[in-house]
Every structure is written in C-alpha cells, then in structure tokens.
C-alpha cells in the first residue's frame, strides 16, 4: 500500500502559486508507526512518501519511520520503498547517506533560474543560492533524483533557461509543470509565451537527442512517448487507490487537494481505511463528460481529479487553462516527435518505445 506522509503543516519557503496554508502542526510518532504498519497491512510491498509542508522540517521522523519499515520488511518479506518531495534547504550529507540506504527516490522542487521570482524563504529572502549547492550535493549522491520545476505566469520568460540550467547542473530527469490553482492567474499573453518557450525547449531536446544523449524532460517526453507507446494518461487518476495522503493528525483522503473535506474522508490510521468509500470514489476519478468526444481525449490528462478540482472545484470539470495547454504542449510535442523520428528512427525507438 502507498501512503504520502504529511509530516508537517509548516514549510521554510513561501512560493507564490503554493496553496497550502501552513502552520506549526507535526505528526506525531504515534500516528506515524500507525501509518508505517497500515502501508504493510495491504499488498506485496509497502511504499511511503515524505511529504509535506516541507518533510526535512521533520527528519527525525523520516528517520524514525525509515528505522521501523525496514524491520518490517524483514520481518514480513515485503518491499518497503520510499520517496520524498523536498524544497532541497535542509539537505544534509548526513540525511542524503541514510536515504542512499534507504534507497529513497528524491524529488527537488527547483525552479531553476526563476527560483528566486517563484520560491522564497518565508520573510522574502532568495533561495536560489542555497538550493543551487544542496542540489549539487544531492546529486553527487543521487545522480538519477529529479529536478521538479513548477512555472508560473512570472516565471514562463525562463522555462527554456531553467531548462538548460538544471541539465547543467547535471539533471538527466527534469519534470516541469504550470502553476494551477487561486494564486496564479494566466493571461492570453502568458500562454502566448509558453508556446514560444516550449518551443525552444523542443529545440534543446533535438539538439540533445542528436548528441545521443539521454535527459528526460517532462513533459515533451512524456507526452512523445505516450503516443508511441499508445499509453492513456487519463488513466493517471485513481483517488485514494494508488497513493493515499496521510494528515499529521493521521485522517485519510484520496489527493493532497481533497484534504480536509469530510465528504472524500477514507479513514484513518487508526482505525483503517474505508474501503466502500475508496471505491466509491474511485469511481468519480472518470473522464469529465465535456472532454468525451474530444479528438485529444486520450492523449491528456483531463481525468486528474485533484487538478481539475484545484482549478475548477470540481474534479470532474476541466478548466479552459488546461485545456488550452494540453493542446498546446500535444501539438507541439508531436512535432517534435516526427522531426526526431525521421531523424534517427533507430534511436528513436530506444529513447520512446
């Protein structure tokens, strides 16, 4: 069973499209082991992500919780695996050897050069400084963690660059997305420039992909190789079945966007999941009637509950942003994909298939 870890309510950082409210609330070690021993309760293997606010507020309980699932793998037989979503502020070498023997994926929300126009320190000072060094440090110990760059409005300008930065850096996995939700608002003229900052990025990819040299960018790659590989990505959205948050207070919901309404509460940690509510909502996790007879319907990712509940309230309605991008990013993703593929259709096949 997976389980993301909300380990705070508090964060170091205030990001201009972040939509969390944060404030001083912790889990505590009981609800923790609680939910270490849930995640083994169902399945062959048992996964957690450390999440939060910011998680690296709380390492002593990523520590904690590292300790105890390995005992459990043990002694159950089972897989633990774990992951993280961090600002990347308080990596330390010491945290970075026990997530290398932990094996932990580690994902760094990093903007790249907008670093300092999107994700400040709360009290305004830049970041950019800081996590330039501590990803420098995470990848000297993990070389294969990902660059995970969010793009708002302020922030399309240097799309590209940050891009090419965080290659520079040395990323060879680089995931970026828009900024959703109430604290960003997208013009005509904002879109207008993402197209032609994709499009520059498009020529990165080719300029790479003829070196023979492999760096995932999401999501060009993303969207290349779901068409090659005849993939549905509104297929993504399962709520509450593939990864269920976990509160500091130990509540159950089915997304990060869905906490705190009553209506999509799962359980909790103590007293188990509801499983008659999973599937009850799972349901609704189906592809909006308005997207049905879309030509593109099964190339985007309409079906994403939290998203469209983020932007729309309701996560069976997609918002025109979205829709306005994910026609964007598929045409000229697609173009891209031809050109790459009658360049090299050999290595073309390698890098999508």
Same mark, same amino acid.
């Given at each position: 069973m997976n389980l993301t870890l909300h380990l705070t309510d508090n964060c170091n950082m205030d990001c201009i499209y972040c939509i969390r409210e944060k404030c001083p609330r912790d889990m505590i070690e009981e609800v923790l082991y609680k939910a270490c021993d849930l995640a083994f309760s169902k399945g062959p293997r048992a996964g957690l992500c450390f999440f939060g606010g910011e998680p690296l507020l709380k390492k002593d309980l990523i520590y904690k919780a590292l300790d105890y699932c390995e005992e459990r793998s043990a002694l159950t037989g089972k897989r633990f695996d774990c992951k993280m979503t961090t600002n990347g502020s308080l990596l330390d070498e010491e945290f970075l050897k026990r997530a290398v023997k932990a094996n932990m994926g580690?994902?760094?929300?990093?903007?790249?050069?907008?670093?300092?126009?999107?994700?400040?320190?709360?009290?305004?000072?830049?970041?950019?400084?800081?996590?330039? /060094?501590?990803?420098? $440090?995470?990848?000297?110990? !993990? %070389?294969?963690?990902?660059?995970?760059?969010?793009?708002?409005?302020?922030?399309?300008?240097?799309y590209y660059e940050s891009v090419k930065y965080l290659h520079g850096l040395g990323f060879k996995n680089i995931s970026l997305v828009i900024a959703y939700g109430r604290k960003v608002n997208w013009t005509d003229e904002d879109l207008d420039a993402l197209r032609e900052q994709l499009v520059l990025t498009?020529?990165?990819?080719?300029?790479?992909?003829?070196?023979?040299?492999?760096?995932?960018?999401?999501p060009i790659y993303s969207k290349i190789g779901e068409?090659?590989?005849?993939?549905?990505?509104? /297929?993504?959205?399962? $709520?509450?079945?593939?990864? !269920? %948050?976990?509160?500091?207070?130990?509540?159950?919901?089915?997304?990060?966007?869905?906490?705190?309404?009553?209506?999509?509460?799962?359980?909790?940690?103590?007293?188990g999941v509801n499983d008659k509510k999973v599937m009850e909502i799972a349901q609704k996790a189906s592809t909006p009637e308005t997207c049905i007879d879309c030509d593109l319907v099964k190339r985007c990712t309409n079906s994403c509950g939290c998203a469209n509940r983020m932007n729309t309230g309701n996560e069976n309605t997609v918002s025109p942003l979205q829709c306005t991008y994910e026609r964007m990013l598929i045409e000229i993703s697609d173009a891209l994909g031809e050109e790459l593929y009658q360049a090299d259709p050999v290595r073309f096949a390698k890098e999508f298939g």
């Amino acid at each position: 069973m997976n389980l993301t870890l909300h380990l705070t309510d508090n964060c170091n950082m205030d990001c201009i499209y972040c939509i969390r409210e944060k404030c001083p609330r912790d889990m505590i070690e009981e609800v923790l082991y609680k939910a270490c021993d849930l995640a083994f309760s169902k399945g062959p293997r048992a996964g957690l992500c450390f999440f939060g606010g910011e998680p690296l507020l709380k390492k002593d309980l990523i520590y904690k919780a590292l300790d105890y699932c390995e005992e459990r793998s043990a002694l159950t037989g089972k897989r633990f695996d774990c992951k993280m979503t961090t600002n990347g502020s308080l990596l330390d070498e010491e945290f970075l050897k026990r997530a290398v023997k932990a094996n932990m994926g580690i994902g760094l929300s990093f903007d790249g050069t907008a670093q300092n126009i999107s994700r400040i320190f709360a009290g305004g000072q830049p970041t950019l400084a800081i996590v330039e /060094e501590k990803a420098k $440090l995470l990848l000297k110990y !993990m %070389p294969d963690s990902t660059a995970l760059a969010t793009i708002a409005p302020q922030a399309v300008p240097y799309y590209y660059e940050s891009v090419k930065y965080l290659h520079g850096l040395g990323f060879k996995n680089i995931s970026l997305v828009i900024a959703y939700g109430r604290k960003v608002n997208w013009t005509d003229e904002d879109l207008d420039a993402l197209r032609e900052q994709l499009v520059l990025t498009c020529g990165y990819v080719k300029e790479l992909f003829m070196k023979g040299e492999h760096v995932f960018i999401g999501p060009i790659y993303s969207k290349i190789g779901e068409c090659i590989r005849d993939k549905n990505p509104s /297929e993504r959205c399962h $709520l509450g079945v593939r990864q !269920m %948050p976990v509160t500091p207070d130990g509540r159950l919901y089915p997304c990060t966007s869905f906490i705190g309404d009553d209506a999509y509460l799962l359980g909790n940690v103590f007293d188990g999941v509801n499983d008659k509510k999973v599937m009850e909502i799972a349901q609704k996790a189906s592809t909006p009637e308005t997207c049905i007879d879309c030509d593109l319907v099964k190339r985007c990712t309409n079906s994403c509950g939290c998203a469209n509940r983020m932007n729309t309230g309701n996560e069976n309605t997609v918002s025109p942003l979205q829709c306005t991008y994910e026609r964007m990013l598929i045409e000229i993703s697609d173009a891209l994909g031809e050109e790459l593929y009658q360049a090299d259709p050999v290595r073309f096949a390698k890098e999508f298939g």
